[in-house]
């Protein structure tokens, strides 16, 4: 993670620390905002900057209006002492390692965006549902520091498509939005339009959160799992028989996965389906496979947590779901005639 950081320090510095205006495309210039300034700021500072580009029609490219950006282009500024230290954000799917102090994330939902500096959220986007926590559901086109997390330290955030979750560096997990599927995990069906804690049944701090379109996961320190969300019948909760949709193809409950026999540190939402990663590295999954996304050389799938075969005995640093595709990566290997950098068991037939 040092490695990275110098990286990104070079990178910025040569790229971004004298850029502070865009062209949009409309063709007029505006200003890029300066989101984080150091207070003891030197005279050769770190630029990092937050690029967006696609489509940006409900204000998630944080530019300040509807458009379509063809390239990257710069949203935000961050300043930094030249020797200031900094790492990513805590990423679902990856097990977190890193003690730095000030850490950066950013994570995408359906159409908004968010970023996390030094324990703080700035979020935009579509403002339906609630899901930008602002007590409204008007869209937001510029990053917005979100002020009901004053009290609330950031660890991260997961944005789903609907709705948005956060884990604070106490070890609760905040959700908002659409409530619909049962995403939120309150137990109720309805929007939320400010960030709500989940009052769930584990009785340690949560150390990881994931979340998809439509159901969200949540571990604790002592590596229980614990999902809630949509399911239809794919068995994506890992909670088996009788333990399906409560109303309107949702769970609202937040549910330990019994099935799960191993602890676990990190987790990752498919579309259908889920993955968990132990400490150890050992990958898991469960739910859809009509597309192969479980990786086990059949299209079975099935609620029943269990490791992927051909991976047993490989070290999973970190893992990603799409929403019919898997990807993972691997640590070092002990024997270099077996070095595998990645996995992706997206089916190739």
């Not at 900094?86 to 970023?115: E, K, M, N, V, Y």
């Not at 709705?163 to 929007?191: E, I, M, P």
């Not at 769930?200 to 159901?215: E, N, V």
């Not at 019994?258 to 602890?263: D, E, G, H, N």
Request: aromatic share 8%; glycine share 14%.
């Amino acid at each position: 993670m040092a490695a990275l950081s110098n990286r990104l320090r070079i990178f910025t510095r040569r790229f971004s620390s004298t850029r502070t205006t865009q062209r949009s495309g409309r063709g007029a210039t505006t200003k890029v905002p300066t989101l984080y300034t150091n207070p003891e700021i030197d005279s050769d500072p770190i630029t990092l900057q937050l690029f967006s580009w696609g489509r940006g029609a409900s204000g998630q490219l944080g530019g300040g209006i509807e458009e379509i950006r063809m390239y990257p282009s710069p949203v935000a500024n961050l300043l930094l002492r030249s020797d200031q230290s900094f790492s990513l954000a805590q990423t679902p799917g990856r097990i977190d390692a890193d003690s730095s102090s000030f850490r950066i994330g950013i994570s995408c939902g359906l159409f908004h965006s968010g970023l996390t500096i030094d324990a703080d959220l700035w979020i935009w986007g579509k403002g339906d549902g609630g899901r930008l926590g602002f007590g409204q559901e008007n869209s937001v086109f510029v990053p917005n520091l979100n002020p009901l997390f004053e009290e609330h330290s950031i660890r991260c955030i997961a944005l789903g498509g609907l709705h948005s979750v956060a884990l604070t560096h106490q070890g609760d997990v905040f959700t908002w939005g659409y409530g619909g599927f049962g995403a939120l995990g309150h137990k109720v069906y309805t929007r939320e339009l400010v960030p709500r804690r989940v009052d769930g049944s584990w009785d340690c701090k949560i150390s990881a959160i994931a979340t998809s379109g439509t159901h969200t996961a949540a571990i604790t320190e002592s590596g229980e799992l614990y999902m809630w969300g949509r399911e239809e019948g794919d068995g994506r909760l890992g909670l088996g028989p009788g333990r399906g949709p409560n109303e309107g193809g949702g769970l609202s409950v937040p549910s330990k996965v019994k099935a799960l026999t191993v602890p676990v540190a990190s987790v990752s939402c498919g579309g259908f389906f889920t993955m968990a990663l132990t400490k150890e590295g050992q990958l898991w999954n469960w739910g859809a496979n009509s597309n192969y996304e479980l990786g086990r050389g059949d299209n079975l799938g099935g609620w029943e947590p269990l490791p992927v075969p051909s991976l047993e005995g490989v070290r999973i640093t970190q893992i990603a779901c799409g929403g019919y595709h898997s990807l993972a990566l691997t640590g070092k290997q002990s024997s270099p005639n077996r070095t595998i950098s990645l996995v992706d068991s997206t089916n190739m037939t």
